[in-house]
């Protein structure tokens, strides 16, 4: 019984630590719309390739910002990978920049659209990977294209 009771208070504890990481939602949604905006602001830079050197930096310190915020220890160099295929994306934008104004508008938006959804896959990945190490589960990242897209529509 002594034990019962135990394992009762101890899965109490844990569902409250599920229920704290979730709230972490709304802080974690204000880092990814503020790296949104400045990569949105930093895309207007009227040079092709040159907003590449201020987005890069905003996208890593979100995600990494974002990791920290879920107690996982993510490094810039884990994330490399994951930025340089968003980057790819953008550089193959940013030569959008030679059509006045709305090459810049075009590539603004793309920034942030980018930089958004993976904002928001890396907040839910985040979420996931924190709840399963609390539980003790096996931690599963579903990397599948399919999953990662609802992130950008």
């Given at each position: 019984m002594v034990q019962k009771l135990g394992l009762e208070k101890e899965s109490e504890k844990i569902k409250k630590l599920i229920e704290k990481i979730k709230d972490k939602k709304t802080n974690a949604k204000k880092i990814v719309t503020a790296a949104t905006v400045s990569a949105s602001a930093a895309a207007?830079?009227?040079i092709p390739l040159a907003g590449i050197a201020v987005i890069t930096p905003i996208q890593i310190a979100m995600v990494v910002k974002l990791a920290s915020m879920y107690d996982l220890g993510i490094t810039k160099e884990a994330i490399a990978p994951?930025?340089?295929?968003?980057?790819?994306?953008?550089?193959a934008t940013s030569l959008l920049h030679i059509i006045p104004f709305w090459g810049q508008a075009i590539n603004a938006t793309v920034a942030g659209t980018i930089t958004?959804?993976?904002?928001?896959?890396?907040?839910s990945v985040f979420e996931e990977v924190a709840i399963a190490k609390l539980s003790g589960e096996e931690i599963k990242i579903n990397l599948k294209i399919s999953e990662i897209k609802k992130y950008f529509r």
């Open positions: 207007i830079v009227t994951f930025i340089a295929a968003a980057l790819g994306r953008q550089a958004g959804g993976n904002g928001m896959y890396c907040m």
